[in-house]
């Protein structure tokens, strides 16, 4: 007679055999407790929905699938081991193992709890995230969603965004017991790729009184990547620490708005069949206006440019936006400038879409994307470009 090594929630019965090793049992090993035996598997009682047992371990539900979703119109563009509940939710961009609930709302980071209820899409939600991790000195250490990976709450550029933030930290002193919390609220504001804090209020601070932690949410702005909510803690000397924050976020965004398109050709701002075309000594490539040859591949065996020129068309004075699509070159640095009015941004060196901004282009009707050997043979492939004069 075969001992029992486990009972889940759900009634499925699991044997322990003479190896050490877990298996469904026979019938007779199932009957012998009086248990049903059904299609393979033991129970020790029968659910209306049965659960599935395989060799991955997939116990327990009734439909395994990576994404749940129950309602209509919903649209899951990216992400997995999400549930989504209700009508016309988005999870995209870095949305996975989130949960969303109501109308119209969005996940767009790992780990978030969202709920929404709007006529309009993308525009509202209210959105918990919970932050952890461990110190184990007096260093400011970043904390990450769930502590897993480099999980941030990112801003997504594309839209101006208001957020005001409640949150709540907790720590606790592993060798001791002791405790540390704080809660605060504070706002910031996200617009053409500034991020600010617009204000705080006074923080409160519950603790046992040997304590002296600190935790802190700050806004970075990055022209590499997007930009983010910073979530950092700063322990003690020779305290082993362990955090965890909630962190509630009311957000209101809305599109950044696009009053014209800065080319004439609207085949070269919409998404054409691109070439990758290497550069070679004549050091300039001009794209023509008819978008015959699109992007470029740019290799940095020496200065090379890229001179998007789009002509005779004025540029003006408005501020405008520029996004241009990034991808590396086999055995190189990624890594590209752009260089607006002999103004030049900082190294984009990441894969994917990028936003730079400037205030003014200015008639010289030109935007140059630059890779130069001398800071450390960088090289790219530069696609959809497109500008945009922003409000």
Same mark, same amino acid.
């Given at each position: ?34 248990? +049903? ?19 991955? +371990? ?65 525009? @509202? ?107 950092? @803690? ?20 809305? +599109? ?62 408005? +501020? ?43 008639? @010289? ?27």
């Amino acid at each position: 007679m075969k001992r029992i090594d486990s009972v889940s929630e759900t009634g499925l019965v699991l044997f322990l055999e003479d190896t050490g090793k877990q298996s469904s049992g026979t019938k007779d090993d199932c009957l012998a407790y009086a248990y +049903k035996y059904q299609d393979g598997n033991c129970f020790a009682y029968i659910q209306n929905i049965r659960p599935q047992y395989d060799k991955n +371990k997939t116990i327990g539900n009734s439909n395994y699938q990576s994404n749940n979703k129950v309602g209509r119109a919903n649209n899951l563009q990216a992400g997995k081991e999400n549930v989504v509940l209700g009508k016309g939710h988005q999870i995209n961009r870095d949305g996975s193992n989130s949960i969303v609930k109501g109308r119209n709302a969005y996940s767009e980071n790992y780990g978030e709890d969202v709920y929404g209820n709007n006529i309009q899409k993308n525009i @509202a939600r209210e959105v918990n995230v919970q932050f952890s991790g461990l110190t184990t000195d007096a260093t400011v250490t970043e904390l990450f969603i769930g502590n897993e990976g480099n999980n941030q709450f990112s801003i997504n550029p594309d839209y101006s965004t208001s957020y005001f933030v409640e949150w709540n930290a907790v720590a606790i002193n592993v060798a001791d017991g002791t405790m540390w919390s704080r809660q605060n609220f504070q706002a910031f504001r996200y617009i053409r790729g500034t991020f600010v804090e617009v204000g705080s209020h006074s923080a409160i601070t519950l603790r046992d009184a040997a304590l002296d932690y600190d935790f802190t949410i700050t806004p970075i702005v990055q022209t590499t990547g997007n930009s983010y909510l910073k979530v950092e @803690a700063e322990g003690e000397a020779g305290h082993t620490v362990s955090w965890n924050s909630t962190i509630k976020i009311t957000e209101i965004r809305t +599109k950044e708005v696009l009053l014209t398109n800065s080319v004439l050709n609207p085949d070269f701002l919409g998404t054409p069949t691109w070439q990758e075309i290497n550069q070679n000594a004549t050091n300039i490539i001009t794209i023509p206006n008819n978008a015959t040859n699109g992007g470029c591949k740019i290799d940095g065996d020496g200065t090379r440019n890229l001179a998007a020129r789009y002509t005779p068309l004025f540029w003006g004075t408005d +501020k405008w936006k520029i996004t241009f699509d990034l991808t590396g070159v086999t055995g190189k640095t990624l890594g590209v400038q752009v260089r607006v009015n002999n103004q030049n941004s900082s190294i984009f060196a990441t894969e994917g879409t990028h936003s730079y901004y400037v205030d003014t282009i200015g008639g @010289a009707n030109f935007i140059q994307f630059m890779v130069n050997s001398t800071t450390g043979a960088r090289a790219c492939v530069i696609n959809n470009i497109k500008a945009q004069i922003v409000s």
